[in-house]
């Protein structure tokens, strides 16, 4: 029935079963697409970079008087390339954060490895693959050339799994050599930053943050002897408890509101011939009274009150959260090893005050733990539930499952075989990839709601959930609930369906290895698009002459945003697990994934250099987490090759079939 073709084709691998048999054609149609599309945002980029320094330089504007500016870039068109080329990593560090150096470490080191296995298995396996397989079928034209055909599924000889097995060994020692000079890299980095006179002369680097503080310690002098005595006798320079200060904050940003509708109003006033224009006037109460003497009245009004209530900051009532200062970082990081794992109060080094969040600082364990555990029970839940999207996308990406719903199109899509392929190969990765930029807004709401007391921690708890996600909707609840539905659409026993459960489902993963090239490939165009920042392209030029900006409002505007760096992490992160993945498999994504870093790589210099600023630099606390789940994904490689030989192997008998 139909209702049966629509349930099969949303929760079961009908389409990719489909999809593998197609031509490589498809893979090569949606390159050139995505080519096409990147080279006119690279042209964008090229021509529009010289005229509008205020998006494609809007770092190098903020720091006009900072030793951090980067190099100016006159306006030839290709002037930004020796500049870049020319950047090496010490120069990186001496311009921009610790977090951004690594990060395009973290993008070098997958574009070389990629290289290398791309180089491996593009001249050895895929060779050796498609040799060694039942070639009756083959013929010389590329419309007919099947993407099964190189990948290890088509192999009919026993022995050259052999070849696999190696190539697997080798791939794991040469991530695992890459990952050691890594480390000790970062290691020396580290090092030179805690020697740095930067670092030590920076408040932050001397201080501890002390929370979850008890009602009798809730004093500067109590605290004081508190610490002490539990630090072995280093004696702190000053310590000061964290107070509420009610609704100090609340007059401060209402004063800032003031003082904007006071510019807006000059600005408007002023432009011109302002001294034959009627002085402006709002309606306070009824009335109509003068703007400008209004707003001034009121900003005095609230700078009294203001300074009213710092002088009297001693009532404000103490918080659970203190600061404890030292002479040197030496002297802080020797008290925190002794404060570490001191009960109940919980000490670290300080992070910036901008990036406490201070309602989570002040958090009680028991709502803490309570809230931890209902973060996560929530992120499990939507990485079962994320499915539903995806099986749909995918659905609506076939053209056998449209067909199904509109039997009609059926002649269109016979009559239109290269669009038919277009669609085929593009459509579905295009609208996952937009799917999937809304998740990390979700988990960092989630992440705040964790409990969380930094800013900088939650985009690390974002980027953790992200990595979960991807690997739980897309390799293990999406082809799980396929398999289950297949089960019950076949009305297989629950006996049979349990004994041919593991290897339904590594064939059910297998026969995605095409949707996921093809997602890999996307990437590509997702760089170079972010080079044209084709939407702050648009919205500061919308804003800058749709509106009568005052000069703060225009500051804002074009100030350097902030980086995003959890989620795109996350995202290399998915591109190097799905590569990895398929990567003795279906070794074709390789390619397509070095050239993703290449481009990535290149393209995000240049914005960290001159585009993005990194909100609290961190010094690579990220990076860590990010080598951590890279090291996971090569245990899933391996567990998913094994699996897959296993099935494979077993699938042998007197006479090897497809």
């Not at 007391?453 to 609840?477: A, D, P, Q, W």
């Not at 959890?566 to 697990?577: C, D, E, G, H, R």
């Amino acid at each position: 029935s139909t209702l049966k073709d629509i349930i099969s084709g949303i929760f079961t691998d009908n389409a990719q079963t489909k999809q593998q048999y197609l031509s490589i054609i498809g893979l090569l149609y949606q390159a050139g697409i995505n080519l096409a599309i990147g080279a006119g945002a690279f042209l964008v980029f090229v021509f529009m970079r010289p005229r509008n320094q205020r998006v494609y330089a809007r770092r190098y504007k903020a720091l006009a008087n900072d030793e951090r500016r980067p190099p100016k870039i006159s306006k030839g068109l290709f002037a930004w390339v020796p500049i870049l080329w020319r950047a090496d990593e010490r120069f990186l560090l001496d311009t921009v954060d610790i977090d951004s150096v690594f990060f395009l470490r973290f993008l070098k080191l997958n574009m070389w490895l990629m290289a290398i296995f791309a180089f491996l298995g593009m001249c050895i396996i895929v060779p050796l693959t498609f040799s060694n397989g039942n070639n009756e079928n083959v013929t010389g034209n590329l419309s007919e050339f099947a993407l099964l055909w190189i990948t290890l599924y088509h192999v009919t000889n026993l022995k050259v799994f052999s070849v696999h097995i190696i190539a697997a060994y080798i791939f794991t020692a040469i991530f695992f050599y890459f990952i050691i000079r890594e480390y000790k890299h970062y290691i020396r980095v580290k090092q030179e930053q805690y020697s740095s006179s930067q670092y030590l002369r920076k408040l932050q680097s001397r201080t501890l943050m002390v929370t979850r503080v008890p009602a009798e310690m809730q004093s500067d002098t109590a605290l004081n002897h508190f610490v002490a005595s539990a630090s072995l006798g280093i004696q702190p320079n000053q310590v000061s408890i964290a107070r509420k200060i009610g609704e100090l904050q609340e007059m401060v940003d209402k004063h800032e509101q003031v003082v904007r509708k006071l510019e807006k109003v000059l600005a408007k006033f002023l432009a011109g011939d302002y001294q034959s224009k009627p002085r402006p006037k709002i309606k306070v109460s009824g009335a109509y009274v003068d703007a400008i003497e209004h707003y001034t009245l009121e900003i005095q009004s609230l700078e009294t009150t203001i300074n009213q209530a710092r002088k009297e900051t001693e009532t404000f009532t103490a918080t659970s959260v203190g600061f404890v200062s030292y002479n040197s970082p030496l002297m802080a990081h020797e008290a925190l090893r002794s404060l570490k794992h001191l009960r109940p109060a919980v000490a670290a080094m300080a992070p910036h005050p901008r990036d406490i969040i201070w309602s989570n600082a002040q958090m009680p364990k028991s709502k803490r733990i309570g809230r931890l555990w209902t973060a996560r029970l929530i992120s499990v839940v939507i990485c079962f539930i994320a499915f539903w999207p995806v099986a749909a996308l995918t659905f609506i990406g076939s053209a056998v499952n449209i067909q199904v719903l509109w039997p009609e199109t059926s002649t269109f899509f016979a009559e239109h075989s290269t669009l038919t392929t277009i669609w085929q190969n593009t459509f579905s990765p295009l609208i996952l990839t937009i799917y999937y930029i809304c998740i990390p807004h979700v988990f960092r709401a989630i992440s705040r709601y964790q409990g969380i007391s930094t800013h900088t921690g939650v985009e690390r708890s974002v980027l953790k959930k992200m990595y979960v996600f991807y690997i739980l909707s897309n390799l293990v609840v999406l082809t799980l609930v396929g398999v289950i539905v297949t089960s019950v659409l076949d009305k297989t026993s629950f006996k049979q369906a349990m004994s041919s459960f593991a290897h339904n489902y590594i064939q059910s993963l297998n026969q995605k290895a095409q949707f996921w090239t093809a997602y890999v490939s996307i990437k590509a165009m997702n760089a170079m698009l972010e080079f044209a920042q084709l939407i702050s392209l648009a919205m500061i030029f919308f804003k800058r002459y749709t509106r009568n900006l005052t000069p703060r409002e225009l500051r804002d505007v074009t100030k350097p945003p902030d980086f995003d760096y959890s989620p795109v992490y996350s995202l290399y992160l998915w591109v190097f697990t799905i590569s990895m993945f398929y990567s003795v498999y279906s070794p074709i994504v390789l390619p397509f994934a070095f050239l993703d870093y290449v481009l990535a790589y290149w393209v995000y210099k240049y914005a960290v250099m001159y585009v993005y600023q990194t909100r609290h630099d961190t010094a690579g606390a990220m990076w860590r987490n990010v080598i951590n789940r890279m090291i996971t994904s090569m245990v899933i490689f391996q567990v998913y090759l094994i699996c897959c030989l296993k099935v494979r192997m077993d699938m042998f008998d007197d006479h090897p079939k497809e």
